[in-house]
């Protein structure tokens, strides 16, 4: 099934949210690479023509460096992540999301368990980006996926072989060659955008911009426009899924992406 987009997509009418008018703030609870400077600016000008409805409230836990050596492999250990969706449980949020995409290359069953972890500890509802792009690629039936990402060639052939693995062939990929993870921000929408337009030209189904400090979330509604295609960027798929299980309607959000014209299954934590 072709996931093609030959015009601007009829958003449907959102469901206005139930919630009386007392009802304190629905809150997400995001956590973040300590080293990231793009998904806090960026979820922040998403969400604020919710707020004061929507708040969204971070949590760091150290991330310095993306490569296939052990040190930082073990940077995404369950005890880092886990000890930061509990300091989000203080502040009583609604949802707890990763978002990172380190499943993309570590296996997506890391986040599987991830979410059952912060499930049977935390007792809030969870997704994760690398869970919540799988949900968007699912809900589009994409078999053949362009893929951006800033990563080393060694990440990006993890993340090409994970992905052949569930059956979704990458027909295009591009990569910057960037041990990061800091440096992943200084990467221009230019930059990104030239790569995007590159692996358009391989025709895949959609494309994903992977990696939360990329900013690939802001172009995605004009390149959509132009080349036709879905784009799905792991910041924009983490906020689609996380209002989703708050039981907000995703499509509230307007001016980034075709995504938020379709609701995500509230019921589902993306596994």
């Given at each position: 099934?072709?996931?093609?987009?030959?015009?601007?997509?009829?958003?449907?009418?959102?469901?206005?949210?139930?919630?009386?008018?007392s009802r304190p703030a629905t809150r997400l609870g995001v956590i973040t690479p300590s080293s990231n400077t793009?998904?806090?600016?960026?979820?922040?000008?998403?969400?604020?023509?919710?707020?004061?409805?929507?708040?969204?409230?971070?949590?760091?836990?150290?991330?310095?460096?993306?490569?296939?050596?052990?040190?930082?492999?073990?940077?995404?250990?369950?005890?880092?992540?886990?000890?930061?969706?509990?300091?989000?449980?203080?502040?009583?949020?609604?949802?707890?999301?990763?978002?990172?995409?380190?499943a993309a290359w570590l296996g997506i069953e890391h986040d599987r368990a991830l979410l059952a972890a912060i499930?049977?500890?935390?007792?809030?509802?969870?997704?994760?980006?690398?869970?919540?792009?799988?949900?968007?690629?699912?809900?589009?039936?994409?078999?053949?996926?362009?893929?951006?990402?800033?990563?080393?060639?060694?990440?990006?052939?993890?993340?090409?072989?994970?992905?052949?693995?569930?059956?979704i062939a990458i027909v295009a990929e591009r990569h910057l060659e960037d041990p990061g993870n800091f440096s992943?921000?200084?990467?221009?929408?230019?930059?990104?955008?030239?790569?995007?337009?590159?692996?358009?030209?391989?025709?895949?189904?959609?494309?994903?911009?992977?990696?939360?400090?990329?900013?690939?979330?802001?172009?995605?509604?004009?390149?959509?426009?132009?080349?036709?295609?879905?784009?799905?960027?792991?910041?924009?798929?983490?906020?689609?899924?996380?209002?989703?299980?708050?039981?907000?309607?995703?499509?509230?959000?307007?001016?980034?992406?075709?995504?938020?014209?379709?609701?995500?299954?509230?019921?589902?934590?993306?596994?």
């Open positions: 099934m072709s996931s093609r987009i030959t015009a601007s997509p009829v958003r449907p009418t959102c469901r206005a949210s139930s919630a009386p008018a793009v998904l806090e600016p960026f979820i922040q000008a998403m969400l604020a023509p919710l707020f004061p409805e929507v708040s969204v409230h971070f949590q760091r836990f150290r991330v310095t460096r993306i490569d296939p050596g052990e040190a930082s492999l073990r940077q995404f250990d369950f005890a880092n992540i886990l000890a930061a969706a509990q300091l989000l449980v203080d502040a009583q949020v609604d949802v707890i999301a990763w978002c990172g995409t380190s499930a049977s500890e935390a007792k809030v509802p969870a997704t994760t980006s690398v869970l919540a792009l799988e949900e968007a690629l699912a809900s589009h039936s994409v078999t053949r996926l362009g893929l951006v990402t800033p990563y080393l060639g060694a990440i990006q052939q993890r993340i090409i072989a994970n992905y052949a693995a569930r059956r992943f921000a200084g990467h221009s929408e230019a930059t990104i955008a030239e790569l995007i337009r590159a692996v358009a030209l391989s025709g895949p189904q959609a494309i994903a911009v992977l990696c939360t400090n990329l900013r690939g979330a802001r172009i995605a509604l004009v390149l959509e426009a132009e080349l036709g295609i879905p784009i799905f960027d792991s910041v924009s798929v983490t906020v689609w899924k996380s209002l989703a299980l708050a039981g907000l309607d995703p499509c509230r959000i307007i001016g980034w992406g075709h995504l938020f014209g379709r609701s995500a299954p509230p019921s589902s934590t993306g596994n």
